[in-house]
């Protein structure tokens, strides 16, 4: 494909599931560290403290932080050239984790995966938007939010396939080597056949030149919008619990029953992450469209029920008095959980100018993976280890992951408010974009 030629319908549903499965292989990345958290934290002899800081803010600070510039830069140069560098940088720093003899190696590792990752969802959501019509950007942007059950699931099928006979033979450090491998040869994948789509494409049908505002003008746009603030707000929030249950998640169950095949485990766990998790972002994206259709309203409703309905859910799902019970009320969590990721996509989309959609998704990312990520598993970890002083090991994450549950009623809140200035907001962006098309057409 010559660049700047928009691709067929095929090709475009092509490119669509290849993003997909790259977004899939940065979920992996991540949640490969929680999976394996019991034999990483035995073997490098870490604090949950410390597991929680692995997981979360020597993480999130650098994959935060660095999308911005990198947004900046896939709004003016070639996106597929940034998205494929990128997934070959942090494949390459997830290998370097495998080869890490303590907490400060293992930290600088993680700290190069998040700076890779940074340039993974800003140029894909920049492509994805520039192929797809903003009344089917929600479905699409569906379809790529997937990558993140679908990657969780991968990490635990990857898991499954490499680990030995017993949970003694369980070698973390080659799991990390050989997801870093193919996701360098993915980004050679990515780069030979993924186009450059026109920036605007679906919003007027010829582009001259779009023009490219300073990013102190970008930021001011985006942050004037009060719908988008909420959006970023309400995702960050139910990511915070989110993150924080997939950190802890596979350490509670091994705590919960010692004697529960850890291989089974690992299989189970990555079934019901395939199929609610992901079930229930593609449910949530198509449900958004048709009634959105009807009511703009619903992009704020549709994740603000899901998320009312995980508070108890998740809730109970860590007093569950067996591994079994937990599993029940955690595929339920898992399909709320999935619903919120379409409607919030197509929001921070379509509610930013055209030459402003890599941006976008970069501060969006910031404030969902600061507050999600950075602080859901670092806060988490700390209260095992505060509430660990006065209880045993099973009793202390049941009662930290219960206060963290708690930051479900202000996510709720922002989406309550996304509903109530979506229909003002989307009105504004859609004679916004119009008008730009006009002066970078005429």
């Keep these: 494909m010559t660049e700047n030629i928009q691709p067929n319908k095929g090709y475009r549903n092509f490119v669509l599931i290849l993003l997909t499965i790259v977004y899939g292989f940065n979920f992996i990345d991540r949640q490969i560290v929680g999976i394996l958290a019991p034999f990483i934290q035995e073997d490098l002899n870490l604090t949950n403290t410390e597991l929680g800081l692995l997981i979360g803010l020597a993480f999130a600070i650098f994959y935060t932080t660095v999308a911005i510039p990198i947004a900046w830069l896939a709004d003016r140069y070639n996106r597929v050239n940034i998205l494929s560098i990128a997934l070959a940088t942090w494949s390459g720093f997830t290998a370097l984790t495998g080869l890490a003899t303590n907490f400060t190696q293992i930290g600088l590792a993680r700290m190069g995966v998040g700076i890779g990752e940074a340039g993974g969802s800003p140029p894909s959501h920049s492509i994805i938007s520039d192929m797809y019509s903003k009344e089917e950007r929600a479905s699409a942007l569906g379809v790529y939010s997937m990558g993140i059950p679908l990657g969780i699931m991968a990490a635990y099928f990857v898991t499954a396939s490499l680990i030995g006979a017993t949970d003694e033979e369980v070698n973390w450090r080659q799991i990390f080597i050989f997801l870093g491998i193919t996701g360098i040869l993915l980004a050679v994948v990515v780069k030979l056949t993924i186009p450059e789509p026109v920036r605007g494409a679906m919003e007027f049908d010829e582009t001259k030149q779009i023009i490219k505002p300073p990013f102190i003008e970008s930021l001011k746009t985006l942050l004037k919008i009060p719908a988008w603030w909420a959006m970023c707000f309400g995702i960050a929030f139910g990511s915070f619990v989110s993150y924080s249950k997939s950190a802890f998640h596979t350490k509670f169950l091994v705590t919960l029953d010692p004697s529960f095949d850890f291989k089974t485990l690992v299989i189970i766990l990555g079934v019901i992450n395939g199929i609610t998790y992901a079930g229930g972002a593609f449910f949530g994206a198509r449900l958004a469209d048709n009634w959105g259709k009807k009511d703009i309203r619903a992009y704020g409703w549709l994740p603000a029920i899901s998320i009312a309905l995980c508070l108890p859910i998740g809730i109970t799902a860590w007093w569950a008095p067996s591994v079994e019970i937990n599993l029940i009320f955690t595929s339920l969590f898992l399909v709320f959980m999935g619903i919120y990721l379409g409607p919030c996509f197509a929001i921070a989309q379509t509610l930013a100018p055209i030459h402003m959609r890599a941006m976008s998704t970069a501060l969006f990312f910031f404030i969902l993976n600061m507050i999600g990520l950075g602080l859901g598993p670092t806060l988490s970890g700390w209260l095992i280890d505060f509430f ?24 709720i809140i922002s989406f309550l408010i996304v509903a109530r200035k979506l229909p003002k907001d989307w009105k504004i962006a859609e004679k916004n974009n119009l008008k730009l098309a006009k002066v970078n057409s005429s």
């Design 388 to 411: 660990k002083t006065n209880s045993g090991e099973l009793d202390s994450m049941r009662y930290a992951m219960t206060v963290v549950s708690c930051v479900f009623i202000p996510s």
